[in-house]
Structures are given as C-alpha cells and as structure tokens.
C-alpha cells in the first residue's frame, strides 16, 4: 500500500505552501505559533478535493486562505492498494510562525 505524494515529495509541498500562503498577521503577536490542519481527499487519479478544516487556527480568514491554496494544488501521485489506485483522505498540517517585526 502506498500513501499519496505530493509531486516531488513533502519537501516539495513544504515549499509549494511557502509559496503560496499570504496570512495577515497583523494583529497576531510575533513568534506565534499558528497550525491549521486541512483534510482532503487525493482521488485514484491524483486529483485533490473535498476539502475541510479539522483544526481551525480560530481565525476565519487563515483557514480560508488554505483551503485557497489547496485548490492550486497540482495533481498528486494517487495512493495505491492492492495495486489499485484508490481514494485517500489526508490529513496537512500547516504550521506558520509569526514573524519578528
């Protein structure tokens, strides 16, 4: 059995969210630690959907933003069992640190 990977691995995806993600942060304290975390489906062909927020950052604005991003998604390689592509829920966390002023 294989889980679903992200195109190029999770160091890959790491950099795909730095990439992507915008958070405002400004009236958040410096050096916060923010996690969100985003379950999806990963289909039998790769593709990413039915998105939902398992763990909220409790800030409406910082959950959208990930779902937002999760739409840019590129196709990612299927996870296989029994050799057979099959659906897969995953589970992504997301873990922003506030930056220093």
């Given at each position: ?41 990963v289909d ?58």
């Open positions: 059995d294989v889980m679903p990977e992200f195109p190029g691995g999770n160091a890959a995806l790491q950099r795909f969210l730095l990439k992507n993600l915008r958070f405002d942060f400004d009236e958040q304290e410096p050096g916060t630690r923010i996690e969100i975390r985003c379950r999806f489906v039998g062909n790769g593709n990413v959907s039915a998105a939902e927020i398992v763990k909220s950052a409790g800030k409406n604005a910082y959950d959208k933003e990930v779902t937002r991003v999760k739409e840019k998604m590129p196709q990612w390689k299927p996870g296989i069992k029994r050799n057979k592509n099959v659906a897969v829920y995953f589970t992504l966390p997301v873990i922003v640190e506030v930056p220093e002023q």
